[in-house]
Every structure is written in structure tokens, then in C-alpha cells.
């Protein structure tokens, strides 16, 4: 099991901008998509934005052009960040971060992170 640790989500005000960082530990697996999620109660969860390995990005319409999606390596760590602006009330929810995740025995799983919560509002 890998261990997905996300930080920075919080109360904003509309038009305003916020970073998420999710940060894992790269030693032993390869680390393919990773991408963030969010989800409203009542709702499914919905892809946000998402980035290959090889730095390919993906984003939902709703987001295009207010938010970037970003990965890094570092020191035996993977970090996945989420640079949003401009940001909107409907963009409240809980965000999540997800690694699709092989491991040197070839299996490949996808862990999540815990959540964090974003909150648009004035």
C-alpha cells in the first residue's frame, strides 16, 4: 500500500487561487497517471485534472484554462500539485489525489489520499 498525503485546501474567496500538494513515497513502485479528483455530497466523484508520467495532461472542461495540473520527483519522492485560480463556488468539494501504481512484482493498483476540502466563498 502506498500512502497518498495531500495538503492545502481551505475557505477562499471566488476569484481567488489555491495550491494542492499530494506527496508519496516513489521507493520500490513506478508511479504512472496521477491525477486529482474531487466530489460534492450527493455527487460521483469526477476527474479533475490528470498528468501521465510522461507529463501528458488532461483537464475537465470545467477547469480548462483556470487550472494546471503539475508533477515532480524528488529524493525517492513523487509530489502531484494542483495550481487553482480563478476559482469558482462550484468548484467546492473534497479534492483527492489518485496514482495509478506498479510495483516491481509488474502489479498495478491505484491508490488514494485521504481528501482534503476546498470551500469557494465569500
Known amino acids: 500500500q502506498v500512502q497518498l498525503v495531500e495538503s492545502g485546501g481551505g475557505l477562499v474567496q471566488p476569484g481567488g487561487s489555491l495550491r494542492l500538494s499530494c506527496a508519496a513515497s516513489a521507493s520500490w513502485f513506478n508511479f504512472n497517471t496521477m491525477g486529482w479528483y474531487r466530489q460534492v455530497p450527493g455527487k460521483q466523484r469526477e476527474l479533475v485534472a490528470s498528468i501521465a508520467s510522461g507529463g501528458i495532461t488532461n483537464y475537465a472542461d470545467s477547469v480548462k484554462g483556470r487550472f494546471t495540473v503539475a508533477r515532480d520527483n524528488a529524493k525517492n519522492m513523487v509530489y502531484l500539485y494542483l495550481h487553482m485560480s480563478s476559482l469558482k463556488p462550484e468548484d467546492t468539494a473534497v479534492y483527492y489525489c489518485?496514482?495509478?501504481?506498479?510495483?516491481?512484482?509488474?502489479?498495478?493498483?491505484?491508490?488514494w489520499g485521504q481528501g482534503t476540502q476546498v470551500t469557494v466563498s465569500s
Open positions: 489518485n496514482a495509478q501504481i506498479r510495483a516491481t512484482t509488474g502489479a498495478i493498483f491505484d491508490s
